[in-house]
T-cell receptor
């Protein structure tokens, strides 16, 4: 079966750096997405990786290793507003997104 | 632009009743999707539509139906609601070329 694994919850301190990992086993691979979801709101797009390596976008970076079935989202200079759930999703061979359950990130002052 | 809108925002529904959740987008995206989100689970695809006039089944289609009469609208119908359909429902559309999906604000449905 298809599976996306990510930690349920993480805690970090304001101003610090946090890395959220995602491992996947899917039937085919057509890209990996990271979304941010604040409580009670809709998911919003953060990043997309289809080739191995690091994609940087401001304070957020996303890394992909297709051979290892592994990605991480790196958040730098954490702000209180970064408290949210971070969803990892993989596009499979049918071009459908398979979603992880999300990682709830708690930022402490 | 409004992006994607959903209605209603929330609803309490008696079991056995029918209901249609509305979804409208103004981005002229061809592909649209309906997901449900339950605590502790990832988003699960209910139905999708790659273009107006076509629909397909996702991971959890039972008990739901959709139609796609035009590009903008993609309603989801529950013919006879059951308590297990209590969930938050998100509609999304995707951008050609990147397949990035953009989500509506969601409908919180409680079936009693």
């Amino acid at each position: 079966g298809q599976n996306i694994d990510q930690p349920t919850e993480m805690t970090a301190t304001e101003g610090a750096i946090v890395q959220i990992n995602c491992t996947y086993q899917t039937s085919g691979f057509n890209g990996l997405f990271w979304y941010q979801q604040h409580a009670g709101e809709a998911p919003t797009f953060l990043s997309y990786n289809v080739l191995d390596g690091l994609e940087e976008k401001g304070r957020f970076s996303s890394f992909l290793s297709r051979s290892k079935g592994y990605s991480y989202l790196l958040l730098k200079e954490l702000q209180m507003k970064d408290s949210a759930s971070y969803l990892c999703a993989v596009m499979d061979s049918n071009y459908q997104l398979i979603w992880g359950a999300g990682t709830k990130l708690i930022i402490k002052p | 632009t409004a992006g994607i809108t959903q209605a209603p925002t929330s609803q309490i529904l008696a079991a056995g009743r029918s209901m249609t959740l509305r979804c409208t987008q103004d981005m002229r995206h061809n592909a649209m999707y309906w997901y449900r989100q339950d605590l502790g689970l990832g988003l699960r695809l209910i139905h999708y539509s790659n273009t107006a006039g076509t629909t397909g089944k996702g991971e959890v289609p039972d008990g739901y139906s959709v139609s796609r009469a035009n590009t903008d609208d993609f309603p989801l119908t529950l013919a006879s609601a059951v308590p297990s359909q209590t969930s938050v429902y998100f509609c999304a559309s995707s951008e050609e070329g990147t397949d990035t999906q953009y989500f509506g604000p969601g409908t919180r449905l409680t079936v009693l």
